[in-house]
């Protein structure tokens, strides 16, 4: 994978670059599309708390929670229970429905 450098010496991955180690690495490959639905639901989430105008720190008080939970929560961070989920949804007015399929 190349690293590349911030003119502070910082390293980072290009987002074109991770795509492509993903995508040539059948494990990492799985493991990466394990996780599409965690991120999935945070995109929906994100998205609709974003069109609605609504902050983190007002989400957060709205769903009886701290700002810095559901900063961890948009980032991906830990994994967050279905009573959390469902409380961070209807604060931002939005339904969780939970599927199973084949």
Known sequence: MRY???????EY????????????NPKLKRTYD??????DLIRA????????GV????????????????ARFESGAGNPTLDFLSKVSAAV????EVRISR
């Not at 590349?4 to 910082?10: I, M, N």
């Not at 007015?93 to 969780?96: I, M, S």
């Open 34 to 39: 394990a996780l599409q639905p965690k991120y």
């Open 93 to 96: 007015g939005a339904r969780l």
């Open 45 to 52: 989430i994100l998205d609709v708390r974003l069109k609605r």
């Open 4 to 10: 590349r450098k911030t003119k502070s010496g910082v």
């Open 55 to 70: 902050t983190q720190k007002e989400l957060a008080r709205r769903a009886g929670t701290t700002q810095s939970a559901i």
């Open 13 to 24: 991955v290009t987002l074109e670059d991770m795509r492509h180690e993903i995508e040539g």
